[in-house]
C-alpha cells in the first residue's frame, strides 16, 4: 500500500522533513530506547502486542507500567506491517550502527494508523496552521488537500478543521481562511448532501460553522444545537476570570524572561501574547507550561499552547470540540481521526488523544502524503473510484 502511493523513495523523501517540529512523546521515547536491546523489528512486534493488551485492560497493562502517561487507543496498530513498508524505502533494518530517529517511528505509527482507520473512518479532523497550510496562510485554489476533502466528502467521510481561530460573529472571515476550498465547493455544484459533510470548529471549541444551504457560504450553528450541556454552562464571569489571570501571568513570565511584548490580542475567548523581538522556541514553551501549571484554580477549562511564534490562551480545547462535534454528527471514538503538527506539551492538538486516533504530521506535505495514502485503502475498503 505504501508502494502504491510513493512510486520512489524521492517520492517518499516528504517524510523526511521534519519542519520545526519538537519532537517530545513518552511513548515515542519509549520505542526509541527499546532499540538499545532491541532491532526496528522486534520492538514493533513488541509495541504491537502491547498495544492491544492495552486496549483490553487499559489501567492494569504492560504498556501502563511502562509508560505510566499513556493514553487510549482506539483501533489496533498492525506497526509491524507498517514498519515494513516504511522498510522498504528507507532501509531502517539494514543500518548497522544508527537507529531510528523520533520522527521515523512517528511515521510508523502514522502509516498503522492510517490503515487501521480507513475502513470505519466517519469523521477525519484537521488542524489549520502547520498542518493544512504553512503557519499564516490561508487554504488557496491551488491547494492539493481541496481535492482530498472533496473526495473524504464524496466517500461518506465527514470532515472538519478544528482551529485555534475564533472570529465570533463573523462567519465571513473564517471563510477567507478556507476561500479557495469552500470557492471550490461552489464551483463544482456538490450536492448539499455533500456539504453537509463539512465543518469548522473554531476558537478550539467555541464556534461551530456549516455550510449554509441557501448561500453555500459558511454560517454559525446556534449554540443549542452542538455544545455539550457542560459548554453550555460557562458562566460570563468565569471565562472573563480566566482570560484575565491567563494574560496576567503571560505578562509577568515574559517580564521574568525579559521578553519585549509587541502585543496582547484580547478576544472573547481567547488571550494571546505576541513577542516584541525573535525568540527561541523553549522561551515560548515557558510561557505556555507556566500558565498550564500556574493557572490552577480555573473554574473553566482552558488551553494554554506555543504557537511558533506566540502563546495563546483559548478557553476551553481541542477535545471538548471534537467530543462535541462528535455528538453532534453521532460519531465514536473508533470512527474519528485528527490530523495535527502539536501534538507536544505545550501544542493545542495534543487533548485530541483523549477522544479519537491521531496521525501525528510535521507540515503539510506529509498531510498530504498521509490522506493520499488513506484515500487509496478507503477507495480499496469500499471500492470507491477516486476523483483527482
Same mark, same amino acid.
Given at each position: ?19 520545526? &517540529? ?25 509495541? $504491537?502486542?502491547?498495544? *492491544? ?23 489496533? &496498530?498492525?506497526?509491524? $506491517? ?26 510508523? %505509527? ?28 490561508? %487554504? ?11 473526495? &473524504? *466528502?464524496?466517500?461518506? /467521510? ?33 450536492? @448539499?448532501?455533500? *456539504? ?45 476570570? +480566566? ?5 496576567? &501571568? ?41 500558565? @498550564?501549571? @500556574?493557572? /490552577? ?17 483559548? +478557553? ?22 485528527? /490530523? ?49
Amino acid at each position: 500500500m505504501f508502494g502504491h502511493r510513493a512510486k520512489s523513495a524521492s517520492d517518499a523523501a516528504v517524510l523526511r522533513r521534519k519542519g520545526h &517540529l519538537k519532537e517530545q512523546d513518552k511513548m515515542i521515547e519509549f520505542v526509541l530506547a527499546m532499540h538499545h536491546t532491541h532491532t526496528s523489528e522486534e520492538a514493533m512486534q513488541k509495541m $504491537e502486542r502491547w498495544i *492491544m493488551e492495552h486496549r483490553q485492560e487499559p489501567r492494569h497493562s504492560r504498556l501502563r507500567k511502562m509508560v505510566p502517561s499513556i493514553g487510549s487507543f482506539f483501533t489496533p &496498530l498492525k506497526l509491524v $506491517e507498517a514498519f515494513s513498508e516504511f522498510d522498504q524505502f528507507f532501509a531502517l533494518s539494514r543500518r548497522k550502527y544508527v537507529p531510528p530517529n523520533f520522527a521515523e517511528i512517528r511515521h510508523i %505509527m502514522n502509516i498503522a494508523q492510517v490503515h487501521s482507520s480507513a475502513a470505519g473512518l466517519k469523521l477525519i479532523t484537521f488542524d489549520a496552521d502547520g498542518t493544512l497550510y504553512a503557519d499564516g496562510a490561508h %487554504m488557496e485554489h491551488d491547494s492539493k488537500m481541496i481535492g482530498h476533502i472533496i473526495n &473524504l *466528502m464524496r466517500s461518506n /467521510v465527514h470532515v472538519a478543521i478544528v482551529t485555534a481561530a475564533g472570529y465570533p460573529g463573523q462567519a465571513d472571515k473564517f471563510e477567507q481562511r478556507v476561500a479557495g476550498l469552500t470557492a471550490t465547493f461552489r464551483k463544482l455544484r456538490l450536492p @448539499q448532501h455533500i *456539504m453537509d459533510r463539512f465543518h469548522i470548529m473554531g476558537g478550539e471549541c467555541n464556534y461551530l460553522l456549516r455550510l449554509s444551504p441557501t448561500t453555500k457560504q459558511l454560517e454559525f450553528v446556534p449554540d443549542h444545537e452542538w455544545k455539550t450541556p457542560c459548554m453550555q454552562a460557562w458562566q460570563e464571569e468565569d471565562i472573563k476570570y +480566566v482570560l484575565k489571570e491567563a494574560e496576567k &501571568l503571560l505578562l509577568d513570565t515574559a517580564y521574568r524572561l525579559r521578553l519585549p511584548v509587541k502585543h496582547i490580542i484580547r478576544k472573547e475567548r481567547a488571550v494571546g501574547l505576541i513577542p516584541g523581538a525573535p525568540t527561541i522556541y523553549e522561551v515560548l514553551e515557558e510561557l505556555a507550561i507556566t500558565v @498550564q501549571q @500556574q493557572l /490552577v484554580d480555573a473554574p473553566l477549562p482552558f488551553c494554554a499552547f506555543n504557537g511558533g511564534g506566540d502563546v495563546f490562551v483559548d +478557553v476551553g480545547n481541542k477535545s471538548l470540540g471534537l467530543e462535541a462535534l462528535m455528538q453532534y454528527l453521532k460519531f465514536n471514538p473508533s470512527q474519528g481521526l485528527h /490530523v495535527g503538527d502539536r501534538f507536544t506539551e505545550s501544542g493545542n492538538d495534543s487533548a485530541t488523544r483523549d477522544c479519537c486516533s491521531i496521525l501525528w504530521v510535521a507540515n503539510p506535505e506529509e498531510t498530504d502524503f498521509l490522506v493520499s495514502m488513506l484515500l487509496k485503502d478507503i477507495r480499496a475498503s469500499r471500492a470507491q473510484p477516486y476523483i483527482e
